[in-house]
């Protein structure tokens, strides 16, 4: 994800909820960045004139070297913090197999989620995957 925001300034970001079975694919924010040490789902800024659905499934590859495929929307989130307001797009995504994600990814039990410390922001989506059995990417 980029951290150039400003306090003024509503940065758009495509995250990428990578579901494969009962698990999902998580990561966790470096140090030296906003929330460092938080966990988090692939994402980052989409480039100009890139959906958030494509800009989800590159950012995917990049962060994680793994090929998804959106499936949609799941929800969005406008959140203010310290270093700048975002908004957030959390998409759904599959893979087809199970893959080994690079470093700091890694495949979570959904019901394991509520276990790390993920960002205020992503709790609407965490809330989502939590109640929602249904939920299959």
């Known amino acids: 994800m980029s951290h150039s925001m400003t306090s003024d300034s509503l940065t758009v970001v495509a995250i990428a909820v990578v579901r494969c079975q009962e698990e999902v694919l998580v990561g966790r924010r470096p140090e030296g960045v906003p929330l460092a040490g938080m966990a988090e789902f692939p994402g980052g800024k ?61 495949w979570v039990p959904v019901h ?14 965490l809330d989502l995957l939590c109640k929602t059995a249904t939920f299959r990417a």
Do not use: K, M, W
Request: charged fraction near 25%.
């Open 46 to 106: 989409c480039a100009p004139q890139e959906s958030p659905e494509d800009a989800a499934v590159r950012e995917c590859l990049e962060e994680t070297g793994l090929v998804v495929e959106a499936q949609g929307r799941l929800c969005e989130v406008e959140h203010s913090y310290a270093h700048g307001r975002v908004r957030l797009i959390f998409v759904a995504c599959r893979t087809t197999t199970r893959q080994s994600p690079r470093p700091p990814f890694r």
């Open 112 to 125: 394991q989620l509520r276990q790390l410390p993920f960002p205020e922001a992503n709790q609407p989506v």
